[in-house]
Structures are given as C-alpha cells and as structure tokens.
C-alpha cells in the first residue's frame, strides 16, 4: 500500500473528482438493478488486518456499515476501534509503519486500489477528532474552508448556514460568524467542527470519541445531531461510552483485546442478548 503521508490539496481538482465519482461510487448503478442489498451497504470491510511495524492492530476484522445510520464501536483500550474507523479514509497512509491488508469497498469500490486517490477520498469521508479542532479562523471561514479548497460552486453563504443548521450551531453564532472560532465554548467547537465536515456534502461521517472532552450538556447536543445526521449520512462513532453507543446507534461493533472483532449486529441485540459471552461480560462489567 502506497503511503500518503502529506494531506495536500495540490492535486487538480478535476482529477479528484474523477477519481471519487468514477471509481468510489463505480458500479453502484448496475448493482441498483441487480442487487437491493448494494444500495443498502455503504462500507463493506473483508478480512481487514493493519499492522504497526511487527504489531498487529487489527486482525482479520470483516463488517458491513448500512447507509444513512449510526454504526457504533465499542470495545476497551486498545482494542482497534479507532484504528479500523482509520482505515475508512486511509488515514493510516499518514503513518508510515502502517500496513492495511484486506478489502475495504465504499458503495462497491475498494478504496484501496491503487487508481483511488487517498486525498479525495478524504473529501468524502469527513472525520471529527476527540478533540475539538477548528481552525484559527472565523466561524464562517472554519465552515467554507473545505468548499473554497475544493472549488465547490454555489452560494457559500447559503453553504454556510445550511452546515450550521445541520450541525445545532446557527442560533448560536449566527451574528457573530465573524468571531474566531477558537473562542466558542467546547461543545460549540466540536459542532463547528462536524459543521466543517458535512459542508462539503460528504457521504460518510467519522467521529472518533466526539463528546469524550464534552460536560454532559453538550454531549447530549452532540448525541442529538448524530442521530440527525444520520438521516442525511452514514455515521460511524467511536466511544468509550456503551451507554451512549445504546442510546443513539444503530448497530454497534464489539472490539475486543487483540484487535478481534467480536460481535457486531443491532445495537438492541448487542446490549440485551449478545451472541458473545465474551461481549456479555464486557457489557456487563465483568472486565474492560
């Protein structure tokens, strides 16, 4: 695998939109006519084992991600959750031990194949981090980044606000979209940053721990837009918090020590009848 290790915006945009349009999403047409389920599945992960040097992360792991809902992962630390949620944009092409082996298919077309371009895939698979991190910009300047680097068309003040009322942010800043957006609160920081994030109009949103820094009313913000987000994206989260993964998935993976997925399956199943005695015991606290 071909390590990507500066995420640029050189590249002519042309090409990248070619290269997403034509091969990210190639096939799903034809697949329309012949099989529902394709249209059904936006991430499908086969026999997927990354390495760190000698250390193996994942191992083995294989998963398919339903379109327009929330998928959870769970699981101790350490176990790889964060590690596969990598593995969806091929931000473990910034890493340069790192090794993915196995075949990870957005809507049909593996996006490790070597005519994918990782930086436009990128662009596709918006990604929110645990910790808050917008740009020392303004509001408004934070939101119509991705759009201006990638020469999108359009009102960008219709943009704007329109990724802001997605993400329960515009009653807050809307006179103010001048303000830095350093100088939000947390939670405000973290909405600015998914509002950075769906304004290029992704397919899939990752969200690696989003409320984990956040007091319990902005998590409950933060929990309110997943679930509405999800009526317009794929929303794959990542959390400690089983309580949480319970009240706003979906479905919900089960990460165990060794990189092993464990059981993955509706989210009501995973917490109420798991298959897995192994998932049992972790559920219930018996270790983790």
């Known amino acids: 695998m071909s390590q990507d290790k500066h995420m640029t915006d050189d590249s002519p945009e042309q090409d990248d939109e070619q290269l997403i349009t034509t091969n990210v999403t190639a096939g799903l047409e034809?697949?329309?006519?012949?099989?529902?389920?394709?249209?059904?599945?936006?991430?499908?992960?086969?026999?997927?084992?990354?390495?760190?040097g000698d250390t193996q992360a994942l191992e083995s792991v294989s998963l398919e991600i339903p379109e327009t809902q929330v998928t959870?992962?769970?699981?101790?630390?350490?176990?790889?959750?964060?590690t596969f949620l990598r593995c969806i944009n091929r931000m473990n092409d910034l890493i340069d031990v790192a090794r993915v082996d196995g075949t990870l298919r957005l809507r049909n077309k593996n996006i490790y194949d070597e005519d994918v371009d990782p930086v436009a895939l990128r662009?596709?698979?918006?990604?929110?981090?645990?910790?808050?991190?917008?740009?020392?910009k303004s509001i408004y300047d934070n939101v119509a980044?991705?759009?201006?680097?990638?020469?999108?068309?359009g009102d960008m003040d219709d943009a704007v606000e329109r990724a802001l009322r997605r993400a329960a942010l515009w009653d807050e800043v809307k006179d103010q979209l001048n303000k830095s957006g350093l100088d939000l609160s947390g939670g405000q920081q973290q909405r600015l940053c998914i509002a950075r994030a769906i304004a290029v109009d992704p397919d899939i949103v990752l969200m690696d721990e989003p409320a984990s820094a956040l007091d319990p009313i902005a998590t409950s913000k933060i929990e309110d837009l997943i679930e509405e987000l999800a009526e317009d994206y794929t929303v794959v989260i990542v959390t400690h918090n089983m309580q949480q993964a319970a009240r706003i998935s979906d479905r919900t993976a089960v990460f165990l020590t060794g990189g092993e997925l464990v059981e993955y399956d509706d989210t009501?199943?995973?917490?109420?009848?798991?298959?897995?005695?192994?998932?049992?015991?972790?559920?219930?606290?018996?270790?983790?």
């Open 123 to 136: 662009r596709r698979v918006g990604m929110v981090f645990q910790e808050p991190n917008p740009f020392p």
């Open 30 to 52: 034809e697949d329309d006519s012949t099989d529902s389920q394709a249209t059904e599945t936006m991430i499908d992960a086969q026999d997927i084992d990354v390495y760190y």
């Open 268 to 288: 009501n199943k995973i917490f109420e009848n798991p298959s897995s005695q192994r998932v049992e015991d972790y559920i219930t606290g018996k270790f983790g």
């Open 145 to 153: 980044y991705g759009r201006r680097v990638q020469g999108m068309d």
């Open 72 to 82: 959870a992962m769970i699981g101790p630390s350490g176990c790889g959750k964060s």
